[in-house]
T-cell receptor, first 114, second 109 residues
Framework: TAGITQAPTSQILAAGRSMTLRCTQDMRHNAMYWYRQDLGLGLRLIHYSNTAGTTGKGEVPDGYSVSRANTDDFPLTLASAVPSQTSVYFC?????????????FGPGTRLTVL | GQNIDQPTEMTATEGAIVQINCTYQTSGFNGLFWYQQHAGEAPTFLSYNVLDGLEEKGRFSSFLSRSKGYSYLLLKELQMKDSASYLCAVMDSNYQLIWGAGTKLIIKP
């Protein structure tokens, strides 16, 4: 079982360009999450989805958008990238939303915005 | 505000025991998680505590005191492969995880 996959593994992006980070899970989990991880800081929640068709804002949503058209996929879009969005992005999923279910993480996307 | 504190870095010797502490102040409490993260990799789940006391899982144990807002992760019989960052995270009243910055554990032979 693949679990959670993310693409691309890494990317260098010019400021002002748009980009979509892809995330797919095969565990039929209801809840999915996008985090960013920066040196010296804890993981910060960008957006989440409790179930297909619904999304919500996390701690740091500005500059990012998400969609959840089906259970498996949860893409994250940067409409116009800025250097402060340079980070490692992790997608995660858990069985049930609003529960203590363990979150399982994808391998991450390392994004550099120049 | 919500806050999770853990040491930035610790060093220990192969075969020894190390305790990584985590203190927290959050809006509500629905449990505390520990994750392990090797450099360049994803966080992986280690343990979950919601009641006070010690949970043992092989070489790893996790302790929780809700009244003190305190947890620790205890690693015994350290191996070189235990060199990683250890992340403490608290689930708040909205069932969102609040993460500490992580403790980088360096194991020396």
């Amino acid at each position: 079982t693949a679990g959670i996959t993310q693409a691309p593994t890494s990317q260098i992006l010019a400021a002002g360009r748009s980009m979509t980070l892809r995330c797919t899970q095969d565990m039929r989990h209801n809840a999915m999450y996008w985090y960013r991880q920066d040196l010296g800081l804890g993981l910060r929640l960008i957006h989440y989805s409790n179930t297909a068709g619904t999304t919500g804002k996390g701690e740091v949503p500005d500059g990012y958008s998400v969609s959840r058209a089906n259970t498996d996929d949860f893409p994250l879009t940067l409409a116009s990238a800025v250097p402060s969005q340079t980070s490692v992005y992790f997608c995660a999923s858990s069985g049930l939303a609003a529960s203590t279910d363990t979150q399982y993480f994808g391998p991450g996307t390392r994004l550099t915005v120049l | 505000g919500q806050n999770i504190d853990q040491p930035t870095e610790m060093t220990a010797t192969e075969g020894a025991i190390v305790q990584i502490n985590c203190t927290y102040q959050t809006s509500g409490f629905n449990g505390l998680f520990w994750y392990q993260q090797h450099a360049g990799e994803a966080p992986t789940f280690l343990s979950y505590n919601v009641l006070d006391g010690l949970e043992e899982k092989g070489r790893f144990s996790s302790f929780l005191s809700r009244s003190k807002g305190y947890s620790y992760l205890l690693l015994k019989e350290l191996q070189m492969k235990d060199s990683a960052s250890y992340l403490c995270a608290v689930m708040d009243s909205n069932y969102q995880l609040i993460w500490g910055a992580g403790t980088k554990l360096i194991i020396k032979p």
